[in-house]
C-alpha cells in the first residue's frame, strides 16, 4: 500500500498533486494505488478485484471500473447484444407484460393454429368459443396472431369483451390480428408463456401444431407438478386430440411414465358450450 492510499484509508485525505505537481499524474498514482491494494488481497497469493457481487481473481482481473465503461461514450457497441443487456430487456417484457395485463380481470386463454383457414369449420369454433367465453364475462387471451387466435379474438370482440393478443417476434412478421383490444409483443417466449399462465383461469385449446403443443404440454406440465394452483384445461375437437389421449394411456401410461390419474388434468369436447361450462366451473 503507497503512502498516498495508506493515508486515503486513514481518513487523512490524499495528496493533490505529485512531485511534478501536476493533477493529472496525481490522479494516475492515486488510481494505480488504489488498484494495487485491491489486487492484493489479505491471505492470497494471486490478484483480486469484487465488483459487486462478482469476484475476479488472476487473468480475470479487469483493468477498468464498472462505472468508466459505462462513461466511456467510445469503443465497440457490440454489448448491446450481449448477455447482461439481455436480462435488462427480459427484465422489461416482464415489467410491460405485467403492467398491461395487471387489470384484465378473469380470463381464459384460447391456443391454436395460426394455420386454421378463416373459411374452416375450426375457424368457426374458434369465433363461437371466444364469443363465449366474452359473453360467460372472461377475457380472452390469445397468441394474437391470424386462424385459430384469431377466431377466438374476433368472438370475443364482436360479444363485446376484451381481447388480448401476446404476440412473438418471429422471423417471419405476422402481426397481431385487427381484432386484438390489448396487444403486446414479446421478443422471448419464455416471458409470453408466463403471461399465458399468470393472467388466465383456465385453457381452451383448439386443434394446432408444434407451438401449441409446446403450450399445452407446458400448461399440464404446471398442473401436474402443482407449479400452478390447478386451473382446467379443455381441449376442443375429439378427431383432433382423441389420438394424444389414446397415446398418453396406452404408452405414456402403460409404460408407467405417468400417472392414470393424470388423464384427469385435461377434458376433450367436441361442444362449445360444454367447453365454456367446463372451464367456468373449475376456475370457480
Known amino acids: 500500500m503507497t ?27 492515486a488510481a494505480a494505488a488504489n488498484a494495487a491494494a485491491e489486487c492484493s488481497p489479505y491471505g492470497t497469493g494471486w490478484p483480486e478485484r469484487r465488483t459487486g457481487p462478482v469476484v475476479r481473481r488472476r487473468r480475470q482481473v479487469q483493468a477498468d471500473t464498472t462505472d468508466q465503461r459505462l462513461l466511456d461514450s467510445r469503443g465497440p ?18 415489467v410491460e407484460g405485467f403492467g398491461a395485463l395487471a387489470e384484465l380481470g378473469s380470463a ?12 374452416s369449420g375450426e375457424y368457426q369454433a ?16 390469445t ?28 422471423p417471419f412478421e405476422q402481426g397481431l390480428n385487427p381484432y386484438v383490444d390489448i396487444g403486446v409483443n414479446f421478443r422471448y417466449f419464455f416471458v409470453r408463456k408466463t403471461m399465458f399462465v399468470k393472467y388466465a ?5 383448439l386443434p394446432g401444431g408444434f407451438g401449441t403443443l409446446d403450450e399445452l404440454f407446458e400448461a399440464l406440465t404446471l398442473v401436474q407438478t ?7 384445461i379443455v381441449l376442443f375437437g375429439t378427431d383432433y386430440w382423441g389420438g394424444l389421449a389414446s397415446w398418453i394411456r396406452s404408452t405414456l401410461i402403460a ?22 361450462e367446463r372451464v367456468t366451473k373449475e376456475s370457480a
Do not use: C
Not at 154 to 166: Q, T
Not at 226 to 232: A, S
Open 3 to 29: 503512502d498516498a492510499t495508506d493515508a486515503q484509508y486513514r481518513g487523512q485525505g490524499t495528496p493533490d498533486r505529485t512531485v511534478d505537481g501536476t493533477i493529472d499524474d496525481a490522479q494516475e498514482a
Open 77 to 94: 457497441t457490440d454489448w448491446v447484444h450481449g448477455d447482461p443487456w439481455r436480462v435488462m430487456r427480459i427484465q422489461s417484457e416482464f
Open 108 to 119: 381464459i386463454s384460447v391456443f391454436g393454429s395460426a394455420r386454421t383457414p378463416v373459411d
Open 255 to 276: 409404460e408407467g411414465k405417468a400417472s392414470p390419474l393424470d388423464l384427469e388434468l385435461f377434458h376433450i369436447t367436441d361442444d362449445v358450450d360444454e367447453a365454456v
Open 201 to 205: 383461469r383456465g385453457f381452451v385449446v
Open 143 to 170: 397468441g394474437g396472431g391470424p386462424g385459430a387466435m384469431e377466431a377466438a379474438n374476433r368472438g370475443a370482440l364482436e360479444a363485446g369483451g376484451v381481447s388480448v393478443g401476446l404476440g412473438i417476434e418471429l
Open 126 to 141: 374458434g369465433v363461437r368459443i371466444g364469443r363465449a367465453l366474452a359473453e360467460a364475462g372472461f377475457a380472452v387471451i
Open 226 to 232: 402443482k407449479k400452478v394452483t390447478r386451473f382446467p
